[in-house]
Antibody, heavy 119, light 108 residues
């Protein structure tokens, strides 16, 4: 059974870099035909796609965040990661990692992790 | 960017009744439309993809329809566990998938 688990600091200071990791079990990123991605949800608000990666290393970014976002994959650890730089309070959100069907919908989701940007 | 607009923002329905949720795209997305359910404190769950195909283990009371710019999610007979927020997402211009703002389905 597929499981995705986000991990990382729950509190990040303004102007610093937010770093999160998604650990995958029940599927092999390196052998999977699926894509892997990050979505965020500010408290009480809607969903925003951040970035997607394939096991080949191909990356795709939301244009509105592209200048601050890096997504990467570590197939040896069966993990993929997100870095968001120069964070502000507006970046406070629940961050979800997910597995995407090759068509582009989010087929499975992690439970999410709340990241608060505050000094 | 394709903008997804959901209506209504909040829908009040009694258990056992039918609920109809709408999603409109600012331009055609063909049938590349998914619906998700999100309960408080939980991650979203995929309900429907391809506008009308139920995801694994989704009950038959959930159905999706539409193509192009107009889409509908219907829940035929509401159960207590169905009261949640529902989001649509277009993935026609993948990888830039965009979500609607959500419809909150509440108990009347």
């Amino acid at each position: 059974q597929l499981q995705l688990q986000e991990s990382g600091p729950g509190l990040v200071k303004p102007s610093e870099t937010l770093s999160l990791t998604c650990s995958v079990s029940g599927d092999s990123i390196s052998r999977s035909s699926y894509y892997w991605g990050w979505i965020r949800q500010p408290p009480g608000k809607g969903l925003e796609w951040i970035a997607t990666i394939y096991n080949s290393g191909s990356t795709y970014y939301n244009p509105s965040l592209k200048s601050r976002v890096t997504i990467s994959v570590d197939t040896s650890k069966n993990q993929f990661s997100l870095k968001l730089s120069s964070v502000t309070a507006a970046d406070t959100a629940i961050f979800y990692c997910a597995r995407l069907d090759s068509s582009g919908f989010f087929e499975s989701w992690g439970q999410g992790t709340l990241v608060t940007v505050s000094s | 960017e394709i903008v997804m607009t959901q209506s209504p923002a909040t829908l009040s329905v009694s258990p056992g009744e039918r609920a109809t949720l709408s999603c409109r795209a600012s331009q055609s997305v063909s049938s590349n439309l998914a619906w998700y359910q999100q309960k408080p404190g939980q991650a979203p769950r995929l309900l429907i993809y391809g506008a009308s195909t139920r995801a694994t283990d989704i009950p038959a009371r959930f159905s999706g329809s539409g193509s192009g710019t107009e889409f509908t999610l219907t829940i035929s007979s509401l159960q207590s566990e169905d009261f949640a927020v529902y989001y649509c997402q277009q993935y026609n211009n993948w990888p830039l998938g965009t979500f609607g703002q959500g419809t909150k389905l509440e108990i009347k």
